[in-house]
């Protein structure tokens, strides 16, 4: 079973930050926290993954509580084709991603 | 370098027929993983497979579904005696080092079964 826990939906704006959150509050010390994204009709996309501290590329940022219970994904700049689901996923036992529902993101023009 | 390669990317079958699944991953990735999509679901994990190993398969069913990763050759997932509920789409990821990197998907192959 999913170990995350996301809202279902989130609406934003376009050009304006999006903060997806997710609660993880099971996972233990060496467990990586990854995030993925997935298009109407298509397969998933990486967006982005991390342990302890916040990491940056050129799609989103990731910021990881301290407790490392929660994190964020941070969409600096959110566009039309950034409409997707996004899953937050805890790592599973034997080295297996486990997706949860995700959150249903829309982008308002 | 081309993305990982599913085909077909629609399949039609009716009740009790055969359906074979193919995926090709990226060049030098040993890992390779199967996920089924069900419907207005999230994706479930089926099976995980290094080159000519089952490193784990507790999401296959345990009838009618196996899966093989040769030497030579795309992974393979197989469906025997499909039945309506077998309707999804199924989507393949590899990788070259497991989870400590990324996971590249590709587009799906998605079974309707009659």
């Known amino acids: 079973d999913a170990k995350t826990t996301q809202p279902n939906s989130m609406e934003s704006n376009e050009e304006e930050p999006v903060h997806l959150p997710c609660n993880h509050s099971?996972?233990?010390?060496?467990?990586?926290i990854h995030w993925y994204r997935q298009l109407p009709s298509q397969g998933p996309e990486y967006v982005i993954h991390?342990?302890?501290s916040n990491v940056n590329n050129r799609m989103a940022s990731l910021a990881i509580a301290e407790d490392r219970k929660s994190s964020t994904l941070i969409l600096h700049r959110a566009t039309l084709r950034d409409a997707a689901v996004y899953y937050c996923?805890?790592?599973?036992?034997?080295?297996?991603?486990?997706f949860g529902q995700g959150t249903e993101l829309s982008v308002k023009p | 370098n081309a993305g990982v390669m599913q085909n077909p990317r629609h399949l039609v079958r009716r009740r009790g027929q055969e359906a074979r699944l193919r995926c090709s991953p990226m060049?030098?990735?040993?890992?390779v993983y199967w996920y089924r999509q069900l419907p207005e679901e999230g994706l479930k994990f089926m099976v995980y497979?290094?080159?000519?190993?089952?490193?784990?398969e507790s999401g296959m069913p345990k009838e009618r579904f196996s899966a093989e990763f040769p030497k030579e050759g795309p992974s393979i997932l197989r469906i025997q005696q499909v039945v309506r509920g077998d309707s999804a789409a199924y989507f393949c990821?590899?990788?070259?080092?497991?989870?400590?990197?990324?996971?590249?998907f590709g587009e799906g192959s998605r079974l309707t079964v009659l």
């Open positions: 991390g342990l302890t």
């Open positions: 996923i805890q790592e599973g036992q034997g080295g297996k991603l486990i």
């Open positions: 099971t996972i233990s010390g060496t467990d990586y």
């Open positions: 060049k030098g990735h040993s890992h």
């Open positions: 497979l290094q080159k000519e190993n089952i490193i784990d």
């Open positions: 990821a590899s990788s070259p080092l497991g989870l400590a990197g990324e996971l590249f």
